[in-house]
Nanobody
Framework: QVQLVESGGGLVQAGGSLRLSCAAS????????MAWFRQAPGKEREFVAAISWNGGRTYYADSVEGRFTISRDNAKNTASLQMRSLKPEDTAAYYC?????????????????WGQGTQVTVSS
């Protein structure tokens, strides 16, 4: 198993940047694909980005492609989401998730492990 704790959320003006971090506990972090999802008030949780176990493959939602960058450091058991050119519509609770499977997917059901979330608010 793996336990996940997100940090780095906050309030930022439109056009600004934030970097989210996800700290994982457990010795097998490198065996998991990692992903970020987000949920805005009144909306369903949606996929943001995913990264393969070794960082060799990444996958982004169209809405964040070119603005967000997902990365990981297996030596430090962390995954990160660098967010740039933030827009008010990026406002949401952001969650990191871990998938022990070999694929790279946007399907939430493939991720059995979730953090508690961190709030990102982008003001206009």
């Amino acid at each position: 198993q793996v336990q996940l704790v997100e940090s780095g959320g906050g309030l930022v003006q439109a056009g600004g940047s934030l970097r989210l971090s996800c700290a994982a506990s457990g010795r097998t972090f490198s065996a998991y694909a990692m992903a970020w999802f987000r949920q805005a008030p009144g909306k369903e949780r949606e996929f943001v980005a995913a990264i393969s176990w070794n960082g060799g493959r990444t996958y982004y939602a169209d809405s964040v492609e070119g603005r967000f960058t997902i990365s990981r450091d297996n030596a430090k058991n962390t995954a990160s989401l660098q967010m740039r050119s933030l827009k008010p519509e990026d406002t949401a609770a952001y969650y990191c998730a871990a998938d022990p499977g070999v694929g790279l997917t946007r399907n939430q059901r493939s991720y059995p492990y979730w953090g508690q979330g961190t709030q990102v608010t982008v003001s206009s």
